[in-house]
């Protein structure tokens, strides 16, 4: 079974202060990795897929790159509009329909 | 707004009472699909439909629980017969490709 282990489960920051998301997974052959993010109360908020070992995704002060093992996001110079949990999921090409998910980082950036 | 619509995005109700919830995907879109998250975990798959064909079924979902997406376009859940244990929030999704999917804003339930 598809498995999905996200590091740390909290993550505190300072304004500005750089750092990074894990993201490990275990799944037979790998269709996609995906990076969401979730504000409280809310649905999860596309980010990024990753579909390759090597690959590597941009968007504002987020960067995901992918091995062959585990996924990270970086969070460059946070923002407190930042502070939000990132959830992380993939999908295999033999269970094309569904996404297997960690249980997320919360991060909160001070100000 | 052409999102994935969720509704109602809260519910509270009696346990024993039934629930039917509603998604309306991306318009597009033909594979919609439902999720369940509880607090501190990660969405879960409950169910997927392609087009009006309702494809898979986790063993999450258990005989009280039903979905139908007639005609191709929205979909309901419905729950009978709540339990506690059902509390939690029910994530709808569409998707074209099958590639990942686009999440609405779900539905809160909380039985009491």
């Known amino acids: 079974e598809d498995q999905v282990t996200q590091s740390p489960e909290a993550l505190r920051l300072q304004e500005g202060e750089s750092s990074s998301l894990n993201c490990s997974y275990t799944?037979?052959?790998?269709?996609?990795l995906f990076w969401y993010r979730q504000d409280p109360g809310k649905g999860p908020e596309f980010l990024f897929t990753?579909?390759?070992a090597g690959e590597e995704k941009e968007k504002e002060r987020l960067k995901a790159t992918l091995t062959k093992k585990e996924s990270f996001l970086h969070i460059t110079a946070p923002k407190p509009e930042d502070s939000a949990t990132y959830l992380c999921?993939?999908?295999?090409?033999?269970?094309?329909?569904?996404?297997?998910f960690g249980a997320g980082t919360t991060v909160t950036v001070r100000a | 707004d052409t999102g994935v619509s969720q509704d109602p995005r809260h519910k509270i109700t009696k346990r024993g009472q039934n629930v039917t919830f509603r998604c309306d995907p991306i318009?597009?879109?033909?594979?919609l699909y439902w999720y369940r998250q509880t607090l501190g975990q990660g969405p879960e798959f409950l169910t997927y439909?392609?087009?009006?064909?309702?494809?898979?079924k986790s063993r999450l979902l258990s005989d009280r629980f039903s979905a139908e997406r007639p005609k191709g376009s929205f979909s309901t859940l419905e729950i009978q017969r709540t339990e506690q244990g059902d509390s939690a929030m029910y994530l709808c999704?569409?998707?074209?490709?099958?590639?990942?999917?686009?999440f609405g804003q779900g539905t809160r339930l909380t039985v009491v």
């Open positions: 439909f392609q087009n009006e064909a309702q494809l898979e």
């Open positions: 799944v037979s052959g790998l269709r996609g």
């Open positions: 999704a569409s998707s074209l490709t099958g590639f990942g999917a686009f």
């Open positions: 999921a993939v999908q295999a090409p033999s269970n094309d329909y569904k996404l297997s």
């Open positions: 990753l579909y390759s």
């Open positions: 318009s597009e879109h033909n594979r």
